[in-house]
């Protein structure tokens, strides 16, 4: 599903990347990202809220170049 939903963002003129968010600990959900491509680009530190505690978030992308190289 998210390669069908990557395949319609680059079908669009002038999108020349794709990038996500993943929490740190959801190891199965940045498998399959690194899986279709996406490369780890950097930690938004302290991002999100989660009742008392902040949780990082992990920046993840792709370009259109790289995932058609794939395809």
Known sequence: MVAHVIDIAFAQPGIERVELNVYPW?????????????????VRRSSTRVGDERWDVIIMGILKSEFLARS
Do not use: D, I
């Not at 959900?29 to 491509?37: D, F, H, K, M, N």
């Open 26 to 42: 959801n190891v199965p959900a940045r498998r399959t990202y690194e899986r279709l491509g996406f490369v780890e680009e950097g």
